[in-house]
């Protein structure tokens, strides 16, 4: 099991960027696909980004493509996400977590749905303003 913390968000200008953090306890995070989500007001929860256990894959969601950078450092038990220009359709909150199951060349698609993923934080809020 891992326990999950998000943290990084704020309020920003459009344009602008964050980087958020999530800091990982527990055992196994070597061993775990890691993926961000999101939730704006109103709207179901959705994916961003995922990593693979090993680092050397990211898959994005087309509307952060070229803006967003998903990275992990084992050392640190920490999956980042670098977030550049940022417009308001990109306030939400922020979560991530660990997901169920395998991302290699024996399973080549990342798991996005958010029934794959587990050990959820508790999310950080990005707010971007016009």
């Known amino acids: 099991q891992l326990q999950l913390v998000e943290s990084g968000g704020g309020l920003v200008q459009a344009g602008g960027s964050l980087r958020l953090s999530c800091v990982a306890s527990?055992?196994?995070?070597?061993?775990?696909?890691m993926g961000w989500f999101r939730q704006a007001l109103g709207k179901e929860r959705e994916f961003v980004a995922a990593?693979?256990?090993?680092?050397?894959?990211?898959y994005y969601v087309d509307s952060v493509k070229g803006r967003f950078t998903i990275s992990r450092d084992s050392s640190q038990n920490t999956v980042f996400l670098q977030m550049n220009s940022l417009t308001p359709e990109d306030t939400a909150k922020y979560y991530c977590a660990r997901a169920m199951t395998g991302w290699s060349r024996y399973i080549p698609e990342p798991p996005r749905l958010e029934r794959e993923y587990a050990n959820w934080g508790q999310g950080t809020q990005v707010t971007v303003s016009s």
């Open positions: 527990g055992r196994g995070f070597d061993l775990y696909v």
């Open positions: 990593v693979s256990a090993n680092g050397e894959r990211q």
